[in-house]
């Protein structure tokens, strides 16, 4: 297995400018979410989905969307680009049976790094 | 205000040296507690979770312990190793209607040989 992949690692935008950070994972987890990572804070979560065709907002969704139209992916969409988006952005998966307790571990991509200018 | 608070902010101690990184929480209502490795340039990796009624978790050399009463966790690193460098997070759950993990800052750890 690969776990959950992200794509690209690093990437260079304008302000104004669009893109979509890719986040994949073949384990058939039902939970997928991105965070971001500002320097010396701690994780914030933008958005989350439960299963296939259902998102929701995290702590931090203005400036964001999300799709989640299979299980495997779950692709983060920045639309008008602006500094304050400057970050690492982590795509992570669990799976959580249904009725089960809120302990599921998460399994974290290796980051996409984005800059701003 | 839910917040995760982790002391110190950075540690470093000589390879085989033991150390105890420290998490205070105000998070209601609780639902679980977590902690993370995570390494330069990589995503967290889950080294424990806990919830309410347990005190006290092993993973290998760590040892994490909760104290629900004082809202108070910590996470024990015995016999250190180079390949401990890395840095540390407490995040724990809010047990309400909505999918919400708080993430503290972090403990950057480097051992030294």
């Keep these: ?117 | 205000k839910n917040q995760v608070e982790q002391s110190p902010q950075s540690l470093i101690i000589l390879e085989g040296k033991n150390c105890t990184l420290q998490c205070n929480y105000t998070v209601s209502p609780f639902s679980n507690l977590r902690w993370y490795k995570q390494d330069t340039g990589r995503g967290p990796v889950s080294l424990t979770i806990m919830t309410f009624s347990e005190n006290t978790k092993s993973n290998g050399r760590y040892t994490a312990t909760l104290d629900a009463d004082t809202k108070q966790s910590s996470l024990h690193i015995t016999a250190s190793q180079l390949s401990d460098s890395a840095s540390y997070i407490c995040v724990v759950s809010a047990a309400d209607s909505s999918y919400k993990l708080i993430f503290g800052s972090g403990t950057r750890l480097l051992v030294r040989p």
């Design chain 1, 1 to 117: 297995n690969a776990g959950v992949t992200q794509t690209p690692k690093f990437r260079i935008l304008k302000i104004g400018q669009s893109m979509t950070l890719q986040c994949a994972q073949d384990m058939n987890h039902n939970y997928m979410y991105w965070y971001r990572q500002d320097p010396g804070m701690g994780l914030k979560l933008i958005y989350y989905s439960v299963g296939a065709g259902i998102t929701d907002k995290g702590e931090v969704p203005n400036g964001y969307n999300v799709s989640r139209s299979t299980t495997e992916d779950f692709p983060l969409r920045l639309e008008l680009a602006a500094p304050s988006q400057t970050s690492v952005y982590f795509c992570a998966s669990s799976y959580r049976a249904s009725g089960g307790a809120e302990q599921e571990t998460q399994y974290f991509g290796p980051g996409t790094r984005l800059l701003v200018l």
